[in-house]
């Protein structure tokens, strides 16, 4: 059973792309068959899977796919033998006018687009933009769960008010949080109670959990994706790998016990 897992969070730099970079990764190379779609029109993502291409003019992207004008099969790219990607396009910034304009403006687009190839994958990965728009709105339709990075400090944990009141609002019945990841940890801060404290009460708003594996800030994590490699690939040895390799562990467990649940 293919699980779709939208990994947000409306504030920038909270590590969505890197996370969906690892889990992308890690998953692969668990063998599970993993199909990463791009929704951030600054396609950081697409541009680490496919060793800095650009498709903004392939019209094949998930401009196109959002927009109709071509499908997903014809929209996904082959990234080695367990990684498929839907790739961004620039054009992605102009979306929310040309869905008006067209009369597409829907929560349902993506869902729809990829009901014909869901069951090809283990998991889909979905990359969002920071902003609760509509592509957003669109990939929380699909989803099964969200995947939430946030930054340990109170002002990145107080949007989580805000995120929480959109997945309320999202024409989705069977959307879970699998949890709250703390990214960019740096051990050496003592973080304040309040901090801590804010963290859980969201993430009891949203009914889910704080991931006990903290990403630590690393230079290795940032170098191996900018050098288009997983951490395994770059320094299986290294700490970073092995916080990251934690985490993907850790996120398999919570997501078979989750699926137990159902
Ligand atoms: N654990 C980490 N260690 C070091 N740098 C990181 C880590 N996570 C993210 N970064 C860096 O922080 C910046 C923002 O991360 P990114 O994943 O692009 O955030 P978002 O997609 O939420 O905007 C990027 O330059 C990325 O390389
Ligand atoms: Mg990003």
């Known amino acids: 059973m293919c699980k779709v897992i939208t990994i947000t969070n409306q504030k920038g730099g909270t590590g969505k792309t890197t ?7 890690g998953l692969a190379e668990r063998g599970k068959h993993v199909l990463v779609i791009d929704l951030d029109q600054q396609a950081d993502t697409t541009f680490s899977l496919s060793h ?5 003019t392939s019209g094949k992207t ?26 961004a396009s620039s054009q992605l910034a102009a979306l929310d006018i040309v869905l008006i304009k067209n009369d597409l403006y829907r929560a349902d687009l993506l869902k729809e687009e990829l ?11 979905i990359d969002t933009p920071p902003a609760l728009s509509v592509v957003v709105t669109n990939a929380l339709t699909v989803s099964d769960r969200v995947l939430i990075p946030v930054q340990a400090d109170l002002f990145s944990i107080k949007g989580l008010a805000d995120l929480s009141k959109t997945l309320q609002k999202v024409p989705n019945p069977n959307l879970d949080v699998i949890g709250i990841l703390i990214t960019r940890f740096n051990p050496r801060t ?10 859980n009460k969201a993430a009891g708003a949203m009914n889910t959990r704080v991931f006990h594996t903290r990403i630590k800030e690393a230079v290795a994590i940032k170098e191996a994706l900018h050098q288009f490699k997983s951490l395994d690939e770059y320094d299986k040895r290294s700490n970073a790998a092995k916080n990251v390799n934690q985490f993907i562990d850790e996120f398999l467990e ?4 989750d699926n137990k649940e159902k």
């Open 115 to 125: 009901a014909p190839i869901k069951s090809n994958y283990d998991f889909i990965l």
């Open 190 to 199: 003592i973080y304040s109670k309040a901090v801590t404290t804010e963290l």
């Open 52 to 56: 800095g291409k650009d498709y903004s």
């Open 254 to 257: 919570v997501n078979d016990n």
């Open 62 to 87: 998930s401009y196109e796919l959002l927009t109709k004008q071509a499908t997903a099969q014809e929209c996904t790219v082959q990234i080695n033998l367990l990684i498929d990607l839907i790739p």
């Open 19 to 25: 996370t969906s970079l690892f889990l992308a990764y």
